[in-house]
């Protein structure tokens, strides 16, 4: 039979995946309304935010109740640190996604945008990293974790070129400025998004190595 400490290990762990998996579908919910694909409900969009809002907390609440009354050992200690980390992470990318769909309602002739910067494969790139950012916590595998960095690099490339060609795009039609702006703003909260599922990787790298890692370091060991 499992300890009460066990129990209390497991059920963080699903919360962990639970709250993830929202995350992953609020991003998906947002790439849909930047590039005007049917999406759920304005409610249903609400609820998850809140229901991320609740897990994280609700997170924070099982690692205080385990360091209250258990004395974790190093690897489980990790875990619970990495957790309450990754928690924070993840409520900020649900948050982030809820910018990107406000923001994506501001930008008039989108489709043209879109098409003409290939939006499009930078949002699905970012799909992609949330995708591997659940991953990597459930299978806690350095292979992924390295795949999440070289993602992410990509990504903050992709962004850098798209803005750039955007601010001359503004700088040649007036008209655009608006739409322009707001497709920027996408872009960043976008970008950060990447940041964060790099941050996740990281405290995971930390939860099964033990070791503080940056992804510029990491990539120089692949």
Do not use: Y
């Not at 993830?20 to 991003?27: D, P, R, W």
């Not at 923001?103 to 992609?128: G, P, R, T, W, Y």
């Not at 990597?136 to 903050?156: A, H, P, Q, Y």
């Amino acid at each position: 039979m499992a300890s009460h400490f066990e129990i209390e290990l497991e059920k963080l762990k699903n919360v962990i995946i639970k709250i993830g998996n929202l995350a992953e579908s609020q991003l998906s919910e947002a790439v849909k309304a930047l590039l005007s694909e049917p999406m759920a409900e304005k409610k249903e969009v609400k609820k998850t935010e809140e229901k991320i809002d609740k897990l994280d907390v609700k997170i924070d609440e099982i690692c205080q109740t385990i360091f209250a009354l258990q004395q974790p050992v190093a690897s489980d200690l990790r875990f619970i640190m990495a957790s309450m980390q990754i928690s924070n992470e993840i409520e900020r990318i649900g948050d982030l996604a809820m910018s990107v769909i406000k923001n994506s309602k501001n930008i008039k002739d989108k489709h043209d945008l879109i098409i003409k910067f290939n939006v499009s494969e930078l949002a699905k790139q970012v799909e992609q990293i949330t995708v591997k950012m659940n991953q990597c916590f459930l299978d806690r595998s350095e292979t992924t974790i390295g795949e999440i960095f070289v993602l992410n690099n990509s990504i903050k490339k992709g962004t850098d070129d798209t803005i750039h060609n955007l601010m001359n795009e503004m700088k040649s039609n007036s008209k655009a400025v608006v739409s322009g702006m707001n497709l920027v703003m996408v872009l960043k909260h976008l970008e950060r998004i990447s940041e964060h599922c790099t941050n996740i990787a990281e405290h995971v790298h930390f939860m099964i190595k033990a070791k503080i890692i940056k992804h510029e370091k990491f990539d120089d060991r692949q």
